[in-house]
T-cell receptor, first 113, second 110 residues
Framework: DSGVTQTPKHLITATGQRVTLRCSPR?????VYWYQQSLDQGLQFLIQ???????AKGNILERFSAQQFPDLHSELNLSSLELGDSALYFC????????????FGQGTRLTVV | EDKVVQSPLSLVVHEGDTVTLNCSYE??????LLWYKQEKKAPTFLFML????IEKKSGRLSSILDKKELFSILNITATQTGDSAVYLC??????????FGKGTRLSVIA
């Protein structure tokens, strides 16, 4: 158990809908990273937050947004969902801004039908 | 654009064999390279390499980084069926916290 908690584990939704994925980092970790893993693209970095502020942005679509709350949990919002958004979404956390990825959550599997 | 390339894409070996997985990278302001093992769900961290030529070892697994030639290898000796997984390599760059390769799928058969 990495100590990073993601909910829900599975999500099935229809095209055009909006969903929210939640991540609780390990205790004491200030950085949260979101990744998308699809069969054709592999694991791709989406966005990073550090202590409530956006720190780095990757290949995140405009339909996707994220935020980190004062209690350091983070949410990834996906809207106007398309079939191609079906993927595993991972959250990872670290203490600092420059040590990403040692601890991954178990992921949320999103299926868009 | 930052890029990490792993080879081979897949590999089938027999128990007891030794395997070498390759990872080459081209990233801006390279800082470190990480290896992960991914079985069913979340990647599990194996190694982080920052300095060239220093081997890191953990049991039957070892890894080394060559910053001049921009590559890393992951060796697994005396493979077991439990080593079957996708092995991911990722680079930390100045632009992106982690740039992942597509992975090498290792299958170890008894």
């Amino acid at each position: 158990d990495s100590g990073v908690t993601q909910t829900p584990k599975h999500l099935i939704t229809a095209t055009g809908q909006r969903v929210t994925l939640r991540c609780s980092p390990r205790s004491g970790d200030l950085s949260v990273y979101w990744y998308q893993q699809s069969l054709d693209q592999g694991l791709q970095f989406l966005i990073q937050y550090y202590n409530g502020e956006e720190r780095a942005k990757g290949n995140i679509l405009e339909r996707f947004s994220a935020q980190q709350f004062p209690d350091l949990h983070s949410e990834l919002n996906l809207s106007s969902l398309e079939l191609g958004d079906s993927a595993l979404y991972f959250c990872a956390s670290s203490v600092a801004t420059d040590a990403p990825g040692a601890f991954f959550g178990q992921g949320t599997r999103l299926t868009v039908v | 654009e930052d890029k990490v390339v792993q080879s081979p894409l897949s590999l089938v070996v027999h128990e007891g064999d030794t395997v070498t997985l390759n990872c080459s990278y081209e990233v801006t302001n390279f800082r470190s390279l990480l290896w992960y093992k991914q079985e069913k769900k979340a990647p599990t961290f194996l190694f982080m390499l920052t300095s060239s030529g220093i081997e890191k070892k953990s049991g039957r697994l070892s890894s080394i980084l060559d910053k001049k030639e921009l590559f890393s290898i992951l060796n697994i000796t005396a493979t077991q069926t439990g080593d079957s997984a996708v092995y991911l390599c990722a680079a930390i760059s100045g632009n992106t916290p982690l740039v992942f390769g597509k992975g090498t799928r290792l299958s170890v058969i008894a």
